[in-house]
């Protein structure tokens, strides 16, 4: 039988034979032999007019037995993938289907779909008109990563977009309100020097009535398209392919940013403006490759109004007895002497105004979302220094904390004069709105620094001799952690035999006195930061010259004798080998810290003697001083008294 060749060999042949070459060397030069060669000449087809259409299977079909199973399945619920009918299979008949079989369940879902299945949505393509719609939508630029002077900047971009020339522009908002919508739409239609005739969104709860059966547009949004004299149109819901000529400038938008920003080499900007125009710029660069559909559409834009519509929405409020108001589900408070009062809100996109007698009397940051507050220490002050009582359950409590030093002084407090830390905090605080709040809070830090009592006389002694320099306040200084330390808590096994040719710091420290080991580990001195040992003394080692983790028991003469096993009877704890001086271990937690978990200085009790250490710096203190790793040799001679602690440097 002649081996089957491709239409392209046999065309191949008859056109070598049509240059009147012999049968033999066509055949040889179309790469077939010499009987196929013949057939194909004679029959005068290609390979593909004369082969039959195969109607039979070359192996047996696994889902042939639960095929009308799954029909019914895909029938009631279209949406289900194939993935989920298999897992189910593999459960309904345990070992009949192997996980190497779901391909061919997809593809026979997929040919099933396309033969007998429901039928698909379809979309049709749109002819776009220069000047007939500009659309709009918001997108979150949480992905990106953007700070704003290192701290995180989570926002939207307001996206306006032309359909014709896809020119488009976009503006920095914080939520989808009308507010933004407003501002958003202005600024696109004044940087572009017109208006387009149709204005097209998605069914946005700011520009939609969604609750009313007919989902006409809200009177905001009709107010700000007459203002324009633009016609406002929408897209159905859970359809944003018909709004597609923004959504799908999303993508690439924001791949354009994220690009931009990678040869940048920085996702921080030092403000907002400068974040803004690094944006303008970018658009700018963008809408350069349109400019000769955009000249087309710009002859064809309406004309703009005399000038801008300065636009918010007002509210009606009645201040609380708690001197706070109530506005789009947010709590704000305001001051206390409008208790009562009818006051008027103009709620902007990114702050809200207090007006009362055709006075504005308060601008506040607006507040996003729902169910939040924002409380002024300053307009209830007053009222909480009268009834300090009212302070520790306070509801908005967290509020009056003005930064992280005013919560430090009043755990401070809480420490040492819980009785009467709510009246004292409230005095600095009322010292705060009255003085300024930047003195107190540098009076608070050299308190904390100097380790003295907080109280408000103290603070008020501090502010009233203007003693506060400049550079005092300021933020508390967090260090970046170190993994590496951490890790080696898990890797390192910390004897001086691992830490053998590594550079060590090693500490000698005399056991024999606890109280002074305690006050020289407080003080902070010649020992590295922010280390205690830990169960330094347990009540048997205080009297027998003990200590957990070391191997080393002390006699009546004070002498150090070793243990004969590294893991004794007597149940103490050991590092090392049997025979080989161990290692009592440190461990890594805050020594002296506040109730907010601040380190603080030493308290007045041990002042005295924390001086008396100080003063002999230098000196061989209570058997401290820093040593190189001795050899085992001398580690049973003299200083064998002493306890050696070592980490990596």
């Given at each position: 039988m002649?081996?089957a060749?491709?239409?392209?060999?046999?065309?191949?042949?008859?056109?070598?034979?049509?240059?009147?070459?012999?049968?033999?060397?066509?055949a040889?030069?179309?790469?077939?032999?010499?009987?196929?060669?013949r057939?194909?000449?004679?029959?005068g087809?290609?390979?593909?007019?004369?082969?039959?259409?195969?109607d039979?299977?070359?192996?047996?079909n696994?889902?042939?037995?639960?095929?009308?199973?799954?029909?019914?399945?895909?029938?009631?619920?279209?949406?289900?993938?194939?993935k989920?009918?298999?897992?189910?299979?593999?459960?309904?008949?345990?070992?009949q289907?192997?996980?190497?079989q779901?391909?061919?369940?997809?593809?026979r879902?997929?040919q099933?779909?396309?033969?007998?299945?429901?039928?698909?949505?379809?979309y049709?393509?749109?002819?776009?008109?220069?000047?007939?719609i500009?659309?709009?939508?918001?997108?979150?630029?949480?992905?990106?990563?953007?700070?704003?002077?290192?701290?995180?900047?989570?926002?939207?971009?307001?996206?306006?977009?032309?359909?014709?020339?896809?020119?488009?522009?976009?503006?920095?908002?914080?939520?989808?309100?009308?507010?933004?919508?407003?501002e958003g739409?202005?600024?696109?239609?004044w940087?572009?020097g017109?208006?387009?005739?149709?204005?097209?969104?998605?069914?946005?709860?700011?520009?939609?009535?969604?609750?009313s059966?007919?989902?006409?547009?809200?009177?905001?949004?009709?107010?700000?398209?007459?203002?324009?004299?633009?016609?406002?149109?929408?897209?159905?819901?859970?359809?944003?392919?018909e709004?597609?000529?923004c959504?799908?400038?999303?993508?690439?938008?924001?791949?354009?940013?994220?690009q931009?920003?990678?040869?940048?080499?920085?996702?921080?900007f030092?403000?907002?403006?400068?974040?803004?125009?690094?944006?303008?710029?970018?658009?700018?660069?963008?809408n350069?490759?349109?400019?000769q559909r955009?000249?087309?559409?710009r002859?064809?834009?309406?004309?703009?109004?005399?000038?801008?519509l300065?636009?918010?929405?007002?509210?009606?409020?009645?201040?609380?007895?708690?001197?706070?108001?109530?506005?789009?589900q947010?709590?704000?408070?305001?001051?206390?002497?409008?208790?009562?009062?009818?006051?008027t809100?103009?709620?902007?996109?990114?702050?809200?105004?207090?007006?009362?007698?055709?006075?504005?009397?308060?601008?506040?940051?607006?507040?996003?979302?729902?169910?939040?507050?924002?409380?002024?220490?300053?307009?209830?002050?007053?009222?909480?220094?009268?009834k300090?009582?009212?302070?520790?359950?306070?509801r908005?409590?967290?509020?009056?904390?003005?930064?992280?030093?005013?919560?430090?002084?009043?755990?401070?407090?809480l420490?040492?004069?819980?009785?009467?830390?709510?009246?004292?905090?409230l005095k600095?605080?009322?010292?705060?709105?009255?003085?300024?709040?930047?003195?107190v809070?540098?009076?608070?830090e050299?308190?904390?620094?100097?380790?003295r009592?907080?109280?408000?006389?103290?603070?008020?002694?501090?502010?009233?001799?203007?003693?506060?320099?400049?550079?005092?306040?300021?933020?508390?200084e967090?260090?970046?952690?170190?993994?590496?330390e951490?890790?080696?808590?898990?890797?390192?096994?910390?004897t001086?035999?691992?830490?053998?040719?590594?550079?060590?710091?090693?500490?000698?420290i005399?056991?024999?006195?606890?109280h002074?080991?305690?006050l020289?580990?407080?003080?902070?001195?010649?020992?590295?930061?922010?280390?205690v040992?830990?169960?330094?003394?347990?009540?048997?080692?205080?009297?027998?010259?003990?200590?957990q983790?070391?191997t080393?028991?002390?006699g009546?003469?004070?002498t150090?004798?070793?243990?004969?096993?590294?893991?004794g009877?007597?149940?103490?704890?050991?590092?090392?080998?049997?025979?080989?001086?161990?290692?009592?271990?440190l461990?890594?937690?805050?020594?002296?810290?506040?109730s907010?978990?601040?380190?603080?200085?030493?308290?007045?009790?041990?002042?005295?003697a924390?001086?008396?250490?100080?003063?002999?710096?230098?000196?061989?203190i209570?058997?401290?001083?820093d040593?190189?790793v001795?050899?085992?040799?001398?580690?049973s001679?003299?200083?064998?008294?002493?306890?050696?602690f070592s980490?990596?440097?």
């Amino acid at each position: 039988m002649p081996e089957a060749k491709s239409d392209k060999d046999v065309r191949r042949l008859w056109m070598t034979l049509a240059r009147g070459m012999s049968l033999v060397e066509a055949a040889k030069n179309a790469g077939m032999s010499l009987p196929t060669a013949r057939k194909y000449w004679r029959c005068g087809k290609m390979p593909s007019e004369i082969r039959p259409e195969r109607d039979w299977r070359t192996r047996n079909n696994p889902f042939e037995e639960v095929w009308p199973e799954i029909e019914a399945w895909i029938q009631d619920e279209p949406r289900l993938k194939a993935k989920t009918i298999f897992e189910e299979l593999q459960t309904k008949y345990p070992g009949q289907f192997q996980n190497g079989q779901l391909r061919t369940l997809q593809r026979r879902l997929r040919q099933w779909r396309a033969s007998d299945g429901p039928n698909r949505e379809a979309y049709f393509p749109q002819i776009h008109y220069p000047g007939d719609i500009g659309a709009s939508d918001f997108t979150d630029m949480s992905s990106l990563n953007i700070t704003i002077a290192g701290q995180s900047f989570s926002h939207l971009l307001y996206h306006f977009v032309l359909t014709y020339s896809n020119w488009e522009t976009a503006s920095i908002c914080f939520s989808e309100s009308f507010e933004s919508l407003a501002e958003g739409f202005q600024k696109a239609v004044w940087e572009l020097g017109g208006v387009p005739r149709r204005h097209r969104t998605d069914s946005l709860s700011a520009a939609v009535k969604n609750r009313s059966p007919k989902r006409d547009f809200t009177d905001r949004l009709c107010g700000l398209m007459l203002h324009y004299n633009v016609q406002p149109t929408k897209t159905n819901p859970r359809s944003p392919n018909e709004n597609g000529d923004c959504e799908s400038l999303h993508g690439h938008l924001k791949n354009a940013i994220d690009q931009t920003l990678l040869l940048r080499g920085s996702r921080d900007f030092a403000c907002r403006k400068e974040y803004q125009a690094f944006l303008d710029g970018m658009f700018q660069k963008k809408n350069a490759g349109r400019s000769q559909r955009f000249e087309e559409e710009r002859k064809a834009l309406g004309t703009l109004p005399t000038k801008p519509l300065p636009f918010f929405d007002t509210i009606e409020v009645k201040v609380r007895n708690s001197s706070t108001i109530r506005v789009r589900q947010n709590t704000y408070s305001v001051p206390s002497r409008l208790i009562g009062e009818e006051v008027t809100i103009r709620v902007f996109a990114e702050h809200l105004e207090i007006w009362y007698a055709q006075r504005c009397t308060e601008r506040l940051p607006r507040l996003y979302g729902r169910h939040k507050h924002r409380i002024n220490y300053r307009h209830v002050i007053d009222s909480l220094v009268r009834k300090p009582g009212a302070f520790e359950n306070y509801r908005w409590r967290d509020d009056l904390f003005p930064s992280v030093r005013f919560r430090m002084a009043y755990d401070e407090l809480l420490t040492t004069r819980p009785a009467r830390a709510s009246r004292e905090y409230l005095k600095i605080l009322y010292m705060a709105a009255r003085e300024s709040e930047s003195a107190v809070e540098g009076a608070i830090e050299r308190l904390l620094e100097e380790g003295r009592a907080i109280d408000s006389e103290s603070v008020k002694e501090i502010v009233e001799k203007d003693d506060v320099p400049g550079d005092m306040i300021r933020s508390p200084e967090i260090p970046e952690p170190d993994f590496e330390e951490y890790n080696m808590l898990f890797e390192t096994d910390m004897t001086l035999d691992s830490c053998e040719g590594e550079n060590v710091e090693v500490m000698e420290i005399d056991l024999s006195d606890h109280h002074e080991l305690e006050l020289i580990i407080a003080s902070g001195a010649e020992l590295p930061r922010e280390i205690v040992m830990e169960s330094l003394f347990d009540m048997e080692g205080r009297k027998h010259g003990k200590i957990q983790g070391d191997t080393t028991e002390r006699g009546t003469d004070g002498t150090a004798s070793r243990a004969a096993s590294a893991d004794g009877p007597d149940g103490v704890r050991r590092n090392g080998e049997n025979g080989r001086e161990s290692i009592a271990q440190l461990r890594a937690i805050s020594w002296g810290t506040d109730s907010s978990g601040m380190r603080r200085a030493p308290r007045e009790s041990d002042r005295e003697a924390i001086a008396a250490v100080e003063d002999s710096a230098g000196e061989d203190i209570g058997g401290i001083r820093d040593a190189t790793v001795a050899s085992e040799s001398e580690s049973s001679g003299e200083g064998a008294s002493c306890r050696r602690f070592s980490r990596p440097r």
